[in-house]
């Protein structure tokens, strides 16, 4: 349930977008790790920040 998984190689390589959907089930279902205080977990690997309250979303992409 990724936003984009347009296949293929070379010009078209960037048009793959591994966020999740908004029905995914990865949303919410990740545990909050903001007690730990690293500052590499406050956002994702887009630069999106991450809840300090509540679950986060499963992988490297925060909805």
Same mark, same amino acid.
């Given at each position: 349930?990724?936003? +984009?998984?347009?296949? @293929?190689? *070379?010009? $078209?390589?960037?048009?793959? %977008?591994?966020?999740?959907? /908004?029905? +995914?089930?990865?949303? @919410?279902? *990740?545990? $909050?790790?903001?007690?730990? %205080?690293?500052?590499?977990? /406050?956002?994702?690997?887009?630069?999106?920040?991450?809840?300090?309250?509540?679950?986060?979303?499963?992988?490297?992409?925060?909805?």
């Amino acid at each position: 349930m990724f936003v +984009s998984l347009a296949y @293929g190689t *070379g010009t $078209n390589s960037f048009s793959n %977008n591994y966020g999740i959907q /908004s029905n +995914s089930p990865c949303v @919410g279902a *990740g545990m $909050n790790l903001s007690g730990l %205080n690293l500052p590499g977990l /406050s956002a994702d690997i887009n630069g999106n920040p991450r809840p300090t309250s509540g679950p986060w979303d499963l992988g490297a992409y925060q909805h």
